[in-house]
């Protein structure tokens, strides 16, 4: 097989596109499962791994004998090469976002790993768009745990005291309120408390869940100024509120 030649300076940094296909692919995930993928999950993830390599190693081939016959064709010689060896560097100029943006949704119940994967997530997403504001900001404490429980007195940062006079502070210096509330299977009091508050504030509200939601109430319907069906819907809607 023949071998490649040393790179010369191109156009597009890849760094970043991988970056941005692994988001579109985590997020796909989460929508697909309801859930980022986690450890201990019931699957063998070295068997999901080969079987993924078998595929990859397969579509590898097929381009390089698509490449040796479109060369053929253009009557190129395959040059020989070198290692790799010179770095990607890319420059972010992503201009700082002025918007501030307050991501809701039930955490109770959940693991330490879906939530943060989620705020992780959603950061990622909307970065350069907006500043984003989370109630698991400086709550790495909680790492450890499987589940969330609803109160946590024995830390300074999440005692009831500090989680609701926090969380309600950060939702009125937001601009713009998501609530995510698809897929829930018990109603989240500390989500509705954080709409009311956005609501009472004027801050511009978006929700998403569906018509058969345990959250589809009046009250929750009246504090959103938006209501979506989906999460995708919702996230679309936001990248096109901040342009």
Not at 68 to 81: D, G, I, L, Q, Y
């Amino acid at each position: 097989m023949n071998k490649n030649s040393n790179p010369k300076r191109g156009g597009r940094a890849v760094l970043p596109l991988v970056v941005s296909d692994l988001i579109e692919r985590a997020n796909e995930g989460f929508e697909k499962y309801g859930c980022p993928l986690e450890t201990n999950n019931g699957r063998s993830a070295l068997l999901d791994a080969y079987e993924e390599a078998q595929d990859l190693t397969m579509y590898l081939r097929q381009r390089l004998e698509e490449e040796k016959s479109e060369m053929k064709a253009n009557r190129a010689e395959v040059p020989t090469a070198n290692a790799y060896s010179v770095p990607v560097t890319f420059e972010n100029t992503q201009p700082t976002p002025t918007m501030r943006l307050y991501l809701a949704r039930p955490i109770t119940g959940c693991s330490y790993g879906g939530v943060a994967s989620y705020y992780a997530l959603m950061k990622a997403q909307l970065e350069g768009q907006f500043r984003v504001l989370s109630p698991m900001t400086a709550k790495g404490f909680l790492r450890t745990e499987k589940r969330f429980k609803a109160e946590y007195n024995d830390h300074p940062v999440s005692t009831n005291h500090a989680i609701i006079e926090r969380d309600r502070w950060m939702v009125k210096r937001a601009d713009v309120l998501y609530a995510n509330l698809v897929g829930s299977q018990d109603v989240s009091i500390g989500t509705v408390m954080e709409l009311a508050w956005g609501h009472d504030n004027g801050i511009h509200t978006i929700i998403a869940m569906e018509k058969d939601n345990p959250h589809y109430h009046a009250f929750v319907l009246e504090a959103g100024d938006i209501v979506f069906e989906s999460h995708e819907e919702a996230l679309a809607y936001l990248k096109e509120l901040a342009r």
